[in-house]
């Protein structure tokens, strides 16, 4: 099991960096937007070696709505099920517990993050795709190379994009400057580094102030500089290869042009060009068969969100509608 956070050991020259409107505000976003009380038990339990079936049964049970949500879905017509599922433990039992894992921790996040209410001109549907794409993919890296756990490899990869999530849904105005030079040809990482947006920086200082484990935290700090990791340069490389890979089979961040050290990633995981070329075959297949389920993830947790705006504006809002063209 990894180690938890340490000290702020350079957290404040980072926070430097970044626009003191977002360093001011994010501290109070880390408190009203958290992790899903069952969200980071899962986490944590996933985080051990010896997880079992059971244990997993034994955290969801312990939230009648998100139990709900995976019987549903696992009831969808992804899974052509004959027999309905209407139990958790069923739904292990057909599914598979890697499944059931990946399947909770998604439903956790969309619940966290309403990216149905973006902006208009941003593919908020692209990135939910893109950070399950990596999410999935670094799993199966892991699983590939033996070199990193699969578990929380694929929360590293869930997470990644967490300071471009939390841009593109709680600072829509910095968020819209940021649009405009990206649209006006500047690159992503420079606009970012122009406005004191980095959306890596931003993503570790809440998963800082949510005391998420040090590996997630240079997961997300470096999955474009893997190099840089001071502790978990195995981690952050199979969450760097993983963020090509899903640039690569088609489901990009919306707004970025990926350049990261494909060399250096698979040198650090000992992954031969051969078995890259057949996980790349592989992922091609599954992932285009997985995103209309990972979409139905999306939505539940939008249904969920506009129930509790709904009930604190006290009127009913308009349906809002998932853009088509993806599933």
């Known amino acids: ?19 003191p409107q977002v360093v001011h505000r994010l501290p109070d976003i880390g408190k009203l937007v958290s992790l899903p009380h069952t969200t980071y038990a899962l986490l944590t339990l996933l985080m051990k070696e010896d997880t079992q079936a059971k ?27 004959e027999q309905p599922v209407s139990s958790l433990e069923r739904a292990i039992l057909v599914i598979g517990f890697k499944e059931l894992e990946f399947m909770a921790m998604g439903l956790g996040l969309s619940e966290t993050f309403d990216l149905s209410s ?19 993919i670094a799993r199966e890296i892991a699983v590939v190379s033996k070199a990193v756990e699969p578990s929380e490899a694929m929360i590293t990869g869930l997470l990644h994009e967490l300071g471009l ?27 970012e580094s122009a406005l004191g947006l980095r959306h890596d920086v931003i993503g570790y200082m809440l998963a800082f102030n949510w005391n998420l484990p040090r590996v997630f935290q240079e997961g997300i700090l470096y999955h474009h500089r893997p190099k840089e990791a001071p502790e978990f340069k195995k981690m952050t490389a199979a969450a760097a290869l993983a963020d090509i890979l899903a640039h690569k089979i088609g489901y990009p961040v919306p707004m970025e042009a990926l350049e990261v050290d494909l060399d250096y990633s698979l040198k650090t995981l000992n ?38 705006r709904s009930k604190a504006a006290s009127f009913l809002e308009p349906d809002e509608k998932v853009r088509p063209g993806r599933s």
């Open 118 to 136: 973006v902006p208009a001109n941003f593919d908020g549907e692209g990135l939910w795709l893109h950070s399950l794409s990596v999410s999935f």
């Open 165 to 191: 999530i939390i841009l593109v849904s709680k600072f829509p105005s910095q968020f819209q400057q940021l649009m405009e030079l990206v649209n006006a040809g500047m690159s992503l990482f420079d606009a």
């Open 55 to 81: 244990d997993l049964e034994r955290v969801l049970s312990q939230d009648p709505a998100l139990t709900a949500k995976v019987i549903s879905l696992s009831n969808s017509a992804f899974y052509a099920l």
């Open 271 to 308: 992954i031969s060009v051969p078995t890259l070329q057949n996980l790349i075959k592989d992922l091609m297949e599954k992932i285009p068969r997985a995103h209309p389920l990972w979409l139905e993830m999306m939505r539940s947790g939008q249904a969920k969100n506009r129930g509790l």
């Open 1 to 19: 099991m990894s180690s938890q956070t340490p000290a702020a050991a350079g957290y404040d020259e980072l926070a430097s960096a970044i626009d």
